[in-house]
């Protein structure tokens, strides 16, 4: 593995061999955390909002699981 860093970059090299579903794993992650390295969000906000958006999709699929 070679870690290279610069001004605005980080630049991470793997061999090739790498188990593909892990580096994925840690790829999305790492895109998780520059995506929400400036939000200004409450964790307590986005419970909220998941719980609401969670509440949304059972209301609209409830029929499709429960007969």
Request: proline share 0%; no cysteine; net charge positive.
């Amino acid at each position: 593995m070679k870690i290279e860093r610069n001004k605005n970059e980080i630049t991470i090299t793997v061999s090739g061999g790498l188990d593909s579903f892990g580096l994925q794993r840690v790829i999305n992650y790492m895109q998780y955390l520059e995506m929400t390295s400036k939000s200004k969000a409450k964790q307590s906000d986005v419970d909220l909002l998941a719980n609401d958006v969670n509440k949304s999709w059972w209301t609209k699929n409830r029929n499709r699981f429960v007969k």
